[in-house]
């Protein structure tokens, strides 16, 4: 009983958010493109933020400073 209604409530939501998708594509599909990229930008943003402090902790490593030193300074 509970997958049945899973499902239908699954297809119900993928298909009203492909709809609203396709409805604001077709009505202003430069805004449309305009959010994408600025979500895309979000994205590359964060992971080279995520990067460098991965870099920053690689180095201190290095260095020689423990783990909890680590979390300390980042």
């Known amino acids: 009983m509970k997958s049945n209604v899973?499902?239908?409530f699954l297809l119900g939501a993928t298909f009203g958010m492909g709809m609203t998708i396709l409805?604001?594509?077709t009505q202003k599909p430069?805004?449309?493109v305009a959010s994408i990229e600025a979500?895309?930008?979000r994205?590359?943003?964060r992971r080279a933020k995520q990067e460098e402090k991965e870099l920053r902790r690689e180095?201190?490593?290095?260095a020689?400073?423990?783990d909890e030193?680590?979390?300390g300074i980042i």
Do not use: M, P
Not at 59 to 62: E, I
């Open 39 to 41: 979500i895309a930008e």
């Open 30 to 32: 430069g805004r449309f």
């Open 64 to 66: 020689g400073f423990l």
């Open 43 to 45: 994205g590359r943003a």
């Open 59 to 62: 180095r201190l490593k290095a």
């Open 69 to 71: 030193e680590i979390d």
């Open 6 to 8: 899973l499902k239908t």
């Open 23 to 25: 409805s604001l594509y």
